[in-house]
T-cell receptor, first 115, second 115 residues
């Protein structure tokens, strides 16, 4: 069984300040973890993924995430928010070898960026 | 544009009618997923194909839903006797490889409104 919890439904930041979007997961197998972004009226786009290589993963647009097995977390960060980062962000878990290929999405975190 | 297309983009129908959606994945991607997304929620898995074989279906998928992927290329999702609760965005995603860490490429979705 697998599940993912996005701890905040909304995060509000000012432009130029750091971003932290929190995600906790559970999985019976060594998981693959993803963050996707969904801009209004646009399709889901992959930001970054963890697949059992380096625990600090760098993605597009300056985002990164750190896999912490002891904390079962995969939080998404960015040093400085930009207005264009305003969107819905989804954390996704998918079981690794021996598990299902069915991904489980979190409920999403809406990132609001103030000028 | 991810290279995954869906048709139609919008569909309005009356309760009780049948509807069919089409997804054209990236050429030669062997896995294809269908999801449903309602407002304020993350995408919810419906079913997936590896080539032409439908390998898994969500237990939430009622008998009114059926999906096909003839010849392992495009896929269709049919909903029979639509209900107002079927109103949602229906997303399609394709994946190139067979491992758990492969990126999903999402289409723009079909928004279904059942009156």
């Amino acid at each position: 069984a697998q599940s993912v919890t996005q701890l905040d439904s909304h995060v509000s930041v000012s432009e130029g300040t750091p971003v932290l979007l929190r995600c906790n997961y559970s999985s019976s197998y060594s998981p693959s973890l993803f963050w996707y972004v969904q801009h209004p009226n646009k399709g889901l786009q992959l930001l970054l993924k963890y697949t059992s290589a380096a625990t600090l993963v760098k993605g597009i647009n300056g985002f990164e995430a750190e896999f912490k097995k002891s904390e079962t977390s995969f939080h998404l960060t960015k040093p400085s928010a930009h207005m264009s980062d305003a969107a819905e962000y989804f954390c996704v878990v998918r079981a690794g070898s021996g598990g299902s290929y069915i991904p489980t999405f979190g409920r999403g975190t809406s990132l609001i960026v103030h000028p | 544009d991810t290279g995954v297309s869906q048709d139609p983009r919008h569909k309005i129908t009356k309760r009780g009618q049948n509807v069919t959606f089409r997804c054209d994945p990236i050429s030669e991607h062997n896995r294809l997923y269908w999801y449903r997304q309602t407002l304020g929620q993350g995408p919810e898995f419906l079913t997936y194909f590896q080539n032409e074989a439908q390998l898994e279906k969500s237990r939430l998928l009622s008998d009114r839903f059926s999906a096909e992927r003839p010849k392992g290329s495009f896929s269709t999702l049919e909903i029979q006797r639509t209900e107002q609760g079927d109103s949602a965005m229906y997303l399609c995603a394709s994946v190139a490889g067979a491992s758990g860490g492969d990126e999903q490429f999402f289409g723009p979705g079909t928004r279904l409104t059942v009156l």
